[in-house]
């Protein structure tokens, strides 16, 4: 049965579906850059930490590396790791829900298609 012969509603439930994986499809590659922000967050304070309280510290500006306050670095680094962590939460609990969503409309879709062609 083709796309066209499927009742409006159905049709319908199809585009959402579509819209919903395109949605969680987004929300996943967000929530692994963010995680890789994380990874490096946490590498650069490890860094941070090892060296000498007189040892120059650098952090990169556009395509310079400009020296900076050890101190005020970390706090940078601190603020970037809670504003990463928060983020990386709230598309944690995108990505359930719209998974959630997929799943709900995927079983309708299944109820309605079944009803449409009875013969499966």
């Given at each position: ?12 439930q ?12 987004a929300?996943?590659?967000?929530k ?12 650069a ?13 650098y ?10 306050n ?29 998974k ?21």
């Amino acid at each position: 049965m083709s796309a066209e012969n499927l009742p409006p509603a159905v049709r319908e439930q199809l585009t959402r579906l579509d819209q919903f994986q395109q949605n969680l499809q987004a929300i996943m590659m967000q929530k692994q850059q963010v995680d890789l922000e994380l990874i490096e967050i946490e590498k650069a304070t490890s860094e941070l930490i090892k060296a000498k309280p007189t040892d120059p510290v650098y952090k990169t500006s556009g395509s310079i590396l400009v020296k900076v306050n050890k101190t005020d670095l970390s706090k940078e680094l601190a603020e970037k790791k809670e504003v990463a962590t928060t983020r990386q939460m709230v598309l944690s609990k995108q990505e359930v829900r719209l998974k959630d969503n997929v799943k709900e409309l995927q079983s309708k879709l299944e109820q309605s298609l079944k009803s449409v062609n009875p013969k499966q």
